[in-house]
């Protein structure tokens, strides 16, 4: 199948007063064109960042960035910005996300107009036409964002970044502002538009079943180091990683009667300015081993497509 | 005579601000047994925190006031307390645990006196005797009592929520309220948390209030469960119950907006619309502009609260035989 993304070695650190932060931390995947891949992990784990490094939004430090084969990392300013009509990203926070001293017609415009196609695609009727397709009212167009609730916003946020017709949109906690039941219209609506617009999407949440239901293709991130990544069927009935295995139990099921074998973690997600030497997870890992504080696992394929990097299981496959 | 821990009949909370009064509570009711839990769920607006803060007064006033109701804490109204009365119960007999442990602890002092405060206002007893306790009770929720002295910056938020359940039990309260608890954490410290909030309950026999919009928690650690809409409980019952055969309309469509864990679901069913604008709620039953059964008369007759099994309180009209509802 064709990647519309191919990240290889990813890395990006920040410099702090404190040290060195690896935000993100040599990680490789891609993403199929069409599929939705999600991206899970708790606070701090680097899953924005990752977001963000892949858009060039944040510039990576080191790395190779494949967007339809070609090394978008090596492009000028200039020519990355041809690019960045293709790829477009959906903001966390549809509060802080949106300008809330232009209305939302002109919000949707902007990325229109800023790469001079506003006339060209039918100005106000394109407008109108996006919102239509992210469903918000006609008689919106002159509101301002305050006027807005939360999930209209989100879905104003949809409508901007659909603008420029993209293939590949980062959709970065596009729910976890909203309550569940507008959580499940914007998670439709994002669905449907896949699958009309023929769009590839990266899911990043910390909410695990959110991720589930949305995604083809999930990679579990710890720490800045994607440590399991597998289909997203495969990925509750079998993981592999311990940290997936704990992240799962963790999750209280809003079934009666489903009271699990719950594996606690002690302590918290250590700091990522000098994390710990060897395994990243060494740290809290319920099944740790000695050679897990000295050296790092490497990341192997313990069957097609499920791909993770811990001792117990590069041991057993003897690699 | 009942064995109700606490009992709200009829509350109703308002709140007057210049774009009008906005009801948060409208004749609420609910009750807690000895040492049970009861969760409290809703969306945002529903009315939760405004339940909660009005048990043990604390609503802001203006622009909050409770304009009825009763709120009986073993058979006394807590609403007829004077009051330096009322400062007695609050922290000592009926303790909070609040969302965000980043603002609910003063940041300019030692953890360990903030729980030492408590227990010196409410058991009169000295500083040392307090500090003691203040220390026996950081063990118990797994801080080092040699960190009593640190600022609340310097805990992490699971610790720092550990701290404030520290102080909310420091004085052994009947009833523990504690709202979205866990809200603010990643999931696997949630986990820490709430596992620590169920033993030290059970070692304590506290019952308690677990307010939160995450079922999946209220599956785990309720005994009984209450749904909020727009200021009302709208569905009251035993967990099993609630969880194997949700009546109202709002709780099933509140199931259909959860994505599973276990099972391959294709498509969400969202409850269509959106919360009511508290200023300008809807005329008798609050949900029927996005109910997908109503009927007419939804809009014209409040419903009132059918039993339609023992403890299981509905209220909605197609329990009272006037909707047609679902076809099972």
Known sequence: ?????????????????????????????????????????????????????????????????????????????????????????????????????????????????????????????????????????????????????????????????????????????????????????????????????????????????????????????????????????????????????????????????????????????PSPINPPKGCIFSARCPQVMEKCRQQAPPLVEAAPEHTVACFLISDKLGK | MSDNLLEIKGLTVEYRTDGGTVQAVTDLRLSIQKGETLGLVGETGAGKTTTALSIIQLVPNPPGKIVGGEVLFKNNDLLKKKPDQMRRIRGNKISMIFQDPMTSLNPVMPVGYQIEEAVMLHQRVGRKEAQQQSAKMLELVGIPSNREGDYPHEFSGGMRQRVGIAMALSCNPELLIADEPTTALDVTIQAQVLELMQSLRKEFGTAMMLITHDLGIVAEACDHVAIMYAGSVIEYADVKSLFTDPKHPYTRGLFGSIPSLDEEVDRLTPIKGLMPDPTDLPPACRFHPRCPLAQDICSQQVPANTEISSGHVVSCLIYEGLVPGYEE
């Open chain 1, 1 to 269: 199948m064709e990647h519309v993304l191919e990240v290889k070695n990813l890395h990006k650190d920040f410099h702090t007063k404190k040290g060195l932060l690896k935000a993100v931390n040599d990680i490789s995947f891609y993403i199929a064109k069409g599929e939705t891949l999600g991206i899970v992990g708790e606070s701090g784990c680097g899953k924005s960042t990752t977001g963000r490094a892949v858009l060039r939004l944040v510039e990576p430090t080191s790395g190779e960035l494949y967007f339809e084969g070609k090394d978008i990392l090596k492009l000028t300013r200039n020519q990355m910005r041809q690019f960045r009509k293709d790829m477009q990203i959906i903001f966390q926070d549809p509060f802080a996300s949106l300008d809330p001293r232009i209305s939302i017609s002109e919000i949707i415009a902007e990325p229109l107009r800023v790469f001079n196609l506003y006339r060209n695609q039918g100005g106000a009727k394109r407008v109108a036409e996006l919102m239509d397709l992210v469903g918000l009212s006609k008689r919106l167009v002159n509101s301002f964002p305050h006027e807005l609730d939360g999930g209209r916003r989100q879905r104003v946020g949809v409508a901007r970044a659909l603008a420029l017709d993209p293939k590949f949109i980062v959709c970065d906690e596009p729910v976890s502002a909203l309550d569940v039941s507008i959580q499940a219209q914007i998670l439709n609506l994002l669905q449907d538009l896949q699958k009309r617009l023929g769009l590839t999407y990266m899911f990043i949440s910390h909410d695990l079943s959110v991720v589930r239901h949305m995604s083809s293709r999930v990679g579990v991130m710890y720490l800045g180091k994607i440590v399991e990544t597998t289909t997203s069927h495969t990925i509750f009935t079998s993981p592999l990683h311990p940290y997936t295995k704990a992240l799962l139990s963790a999750i209280p099921i809003p079934k009666y009667g489903m009271k699990r074998q719950r594996t606690i973690l002690e302590g918290d997600v």
